[in-house]
């Protein structure tokens, strides 16, 4: 069966510094990948998602990116993050083909 | 592009009773799919029932049940003799039927819970 792991599970971090959260998907191959964020009490918003190794589509321009440098591995990145950058981030796969999304676990960010 | 609507931030209902939650949503689109999705307080995200536009039958897994409306772009999410684990936010997805483009659109989502 198909498994997403998510990590790290909780971050605080500090205005301007850097950011690394992976998002790696077992059982299944190329599954579309997809990155969200879920400010507190609202719904979620989709960062980026992508189709196969090395494509990534943004969906809100901003100081995050990401990238798919395997084909079950996709990574959201901060070169200096912001207080507004704060929130859960949420990785998702789905096969391709109009198939539901999957979540993993989450992580949730705190920047001070 | 495509809203997706849930006009009840919060709901509650005894346990063991009926309880429905509201999803609208606005797009140009003939077919899309859509889909509830339950966040519990540890905060993951879970599929709880999906529906093809293209399929008139409204579509069932075992509680949980949806009315889709598709002239009034309308599908709500029927919860059947609910239960305590039921307490959770439930949001309301519309994808879009373009290969290479399946992205969600999420509601910003109804709490529900569940009172014993």
């Known amino acids: 069966s198909q498994t997403i792991h998510q990590w790290p599970a909780t971050l605080v971090q500090p205005v301007g510094s850097p950011l690394s959260l992976e998002c790696t998907v077992e059982?299944?191959?190329?599954?579309?990948l997809y990155w969200y964020r879920q400010a507190a009490g609202r719904g979620l918003q989709l960062l980026f998602y992508?189709?196969?190794?090395?494509?990534i589509s943004s969906e809100v321009p901003q100081n995050l990116s990401a990238s798919r440098p395997q084909d079950r591995q996709f990574i959201l990145s901060s070169k200096k993050l912001l207080l507004s950058d704060s929130g859960f981030y949420l990785c998702?796969?789905?096969?391709?083909?109009?198939?539901?999304?999957?979540f993993g676990d989450g992580t949730r960010l705190s920047i001070l | 592009a495509q809203t997706v609507t849930q006009s009840q931030p919060e709901m509650s209902v005894q346990e063991a009773e009926t309880v429905t939650l509201s999803c609208t949503y606005d797009?140009?689109?003939?077919?899309?799919?859509l889909f509830w999705y339950k966040q519990p307080p540890s905060r993951q995200m879970i599929l709880v029932i999906r529906?093809?536009?293209?399929?008139?039958q409204n579509a069932t897994e075992n509680r949980f049940s949806v009315n889709f409306q598709k002239a009034a772009k309308s599908f709500s999410l029927k919860i059947s003799d609910s239960q305590l684990g039921d307490t959770a936010m439930y949001f309301c997805?519309?994808?879009?039927?373009?290969?290479?483009?399946?992205?969600?659109?999420f509601g910003t989502g109804t709490r529900l819970t569940i009172i014993p």
């Open positions: 529906q093809e536009a293209y399929k008139q």
């Open positions: 997805a519309f994808m879009r039927s373009n290969f290479g483009n399946e992205k969600l659109t």
């Open positions: 998702a796969w789905s096969p391709s083909g109009y198939q539901p999304q999957h």
């Open positions: 992508s189709v196969g190794i090395g494509q």
């Open positions: 059982g299944t191959s190329n599954p579309n």
């Open positions: 797009t140009s689109e003939s077919n899309y799919y």
